[in-house]
């Protein structure tokens, strides 16, 4: 068994990584924690049988243990990433970082030089490129059955709900205090088009705003809290009905810290951020953003995000030749519409998927268990997001937003400072070797 501490018993530590773990034959172990709020690392110790000498409250205490674990899962809010991941290193352990790598460009390089100085392993949870569904994608497109690509269109729907929850009142919710959303919600698309076209990326263009979850988009006589709200019977945003209710898990029972109760969930409506009216909160990340990558060839591919939608999910739309490709991932459907040249015949063919129910299509599974078997020394699955692959998608991100700052300026990327996205050795920037 590979033994793993989890830092962060959060979303994604407790309720994705730990729960994985226990389901399936992952080939996993989890023997410690490390988590700062009491009552969260508690119900941790519990679930996973967590012994109290490998329940840390910082990770100073977890880095003053004698070594018990093989690698070290980072699951924290996105600002501690860099400190939290060099800290580790240094440690001499391997790492699995949860995505961002940080929320600055100069950090996200310095991790680079932090990996080559301690000869760890950094590995970013970029699981979508271990989704069956854009695996798939990626194994059309290098099929050349349908000639070449000609242009690629993905879109983040967000959905209405999770915008609101996530990013008005919610911890991503201000670039002064996390990054900008194009990094957070979005540095999984920015790594999954590089890496399904092949190519280098020479230029990136980007446009978008806040326009929707605004103060002065209010309804007149709303209040600044929900509880106070003479509309709350007929807004969709009501915090109290959205939270207070017999919902298990997220988003609805992370609003107040373990264990969940309606009282807690009420309380924390009525006192904390998430019983804010979402017109009248301190947000200011994008709730719409455009951004356009050219690659060598010429080719184009762009990256729709869009807070306003019903449902939480990703589209694609890939041009070729001689054929169309679209597909949903949290539906599971993908399709292929191939030209028939007449206006009245259609030639679809869908193709078969894994039922895989979850936000990210099987990749959180999918990552697991190529890690363990690269761990063990090999096996027939590749890791595919090393810290050398997936920065790329930050850095196009930063740039990105540049852009967006500058009305959509065209900047372009140098060769020298791009990575080849196929090359996991190809360097950005300054570091060691």
Known sequence: MIRVVIVGAGARGNRVFADLIARYDTGFEVVGVVEPVEAKRRAFQQRCRVPDTRAHASIEAFLDTPRYADIVFICTLDPTHYELCRAVSQGGYDVLLEKPIATNLPDCLALLDVEAQ??????????????????????IIGSGRFGAVRDIQLAEHIGHWHYA????????????????????KCSHDLDLLPWLVGERVTAVASTGGLTSFRRENAPPGSAERCVDC???????????????????????????PPPDSIEARRDAV????????????????????????EFASGLHATLGMHANTADNSRRITVLFDEAEVTGELYRHQLSVSKFTGMPDVEDIEVVPLPDL?????????????????????????????????????????????????????????????????????????????
């Not at 301690?118 to 194994?139: E, G």
């Not at 929850?165 to 900008?180: I, K, L, Q």
């Not at 852009?403 to 300054?430: C, M, Q, T, Y």
């Open 118 to 139: 301690c000869r760890n392993r950094i590995l970013v949870a970029h699981v979508l490129r271990y989704a069956p569904f854009f695996q798939t994608v990626k194994a």
């Open 165 to 184: 929850h996530s990013y008005v009142r919610g911890s991503w919710n201000r670039v002064d205090r996390c990054a900008p959303i194009i990094l957070t």
């Open 230 to 256: 003479g509309l709350a019977a007929t807004c969709i945003y009501d915090a109290t009905r959205f939270y207070v209710n017999d919902r298990a898990g997220w988003p609805h029972d992370v609003i107040a």
């Open 270 to 293: 009525a006192t904390g951020p998430y019983g804010r009216c979402v017109w009248r909160c301190d947000n200011d990340v994008c709730d719409h953003q455009t951004v356009t990558l």
């Open 357 to 433: 129910r979850d936000r990210h299509g099987g990749g959180d599974l999918g990552l697991l268990l190529a890690l363990r078997d690269s761990l063990n020394g090999g096996g027939d699955r590749e890791i595919l997001t090393s810290l050398r692959s997936s920065v790329l998608s930050h850095v196009l991100a930063f740039l990105a937003e540049d852009s967006r700052g500058a009305n959509a300026v065209k900047i372009p990327l140098s060769e020298s400072f791009v990575p080849d996205p196929l090359l996991d050795g190809a360097r950005i920037g300054g570091g060691a070797d």
